[in-house]
C-alpha cells in the first residue's frame, strides 16, 4: 500500500512564500497526476493545483494562479507546490493525492491515494 507524506507548511506573514513537498513511499506515483488539495476550518476540502504524470501539464483553482507553481520530480517520487504572495485566506490545511489516471482532474473522488497534511497559516 502506498503512502503520501506532505511537508513544508508552517506560519508565514502574509506575502510570504512556503513550499511544500509530497513525498511517495511504498509506491510510486509515476503512474499518475498528483494534485493539492486545501480545507480550511468548516469549509469543505477543494481543488487547489494539479499536475500529470508527464508534468506537462498544470490546472490551478483561480485563486492562485499566478502566486503558486505545481512541479514534480518522478526521480525523486516527489511533487512540490510553491506558494508565492500568501494570503490570509489560504490559511488551510493543505493534502497532496494521487491518482492512478496520467491525466488532471480537479475531482476529489477521482484520486485514489491521500496524504494526512500539512498546515499552512498566513498572518496579516
Known amino acids: 500500500q502506498g503512502q503520501l507524506v506532505e511537508s513544508g507548511g508552517g506560519l508565514v506573514q502574509a506575502g510570504g512564500s512556503l513550499r511544500l513537498s509530497c513525498a511517495a513511499s511504498?509506491?510510486?506515483?509515476?503512474?499518475?497526476?498528483v494534485g493539492w488539495f486545501r480545507q480550511a476550518p468548516g469549509k469543505e476540502r477543494e481543488f487547489v493545483a494539479v499536475?500529470?504524470?508527464?508534468?506537462?501539464?498544470?490546472d490551478y483553482v483561480d485563486s492562485v494562479k499566478g502566486r503558486f507553481g505545481i512541479s514534480r520530480d518522478n526521480a525523486k517520487n516527489t511533487v512540490y507546490l510553491q506558494m508565492n504572495g500568501l494570503k490570509p485566506e489560504d490559511t488551510a490545511t493543505y493534502y497532496c493525492?494521487?491518482?492512478?489516471?496520467?491525466?488532471?482532474?480537479?475531482?476529489?473522488?477521482?484520486?485514489?491515494?491521500w496524504g494526512r497534511g500539512t498546515q499552512v497559516t498566513v498572518s496579516s
Open positions: 493525492a494521487s491518482r492512478i489516471g496520467r491525466l488532471v482532474s480537479r475531482k476529489l473522488g477521482e484520486y485514489n491515494y
Open positions: 511504498g509506491h510510486t506515483f509515476n503512474l499518475g497526476a
Open positions: 499536475i500529470s504524470w508527464s508534468g506537462s501539464t498544470t
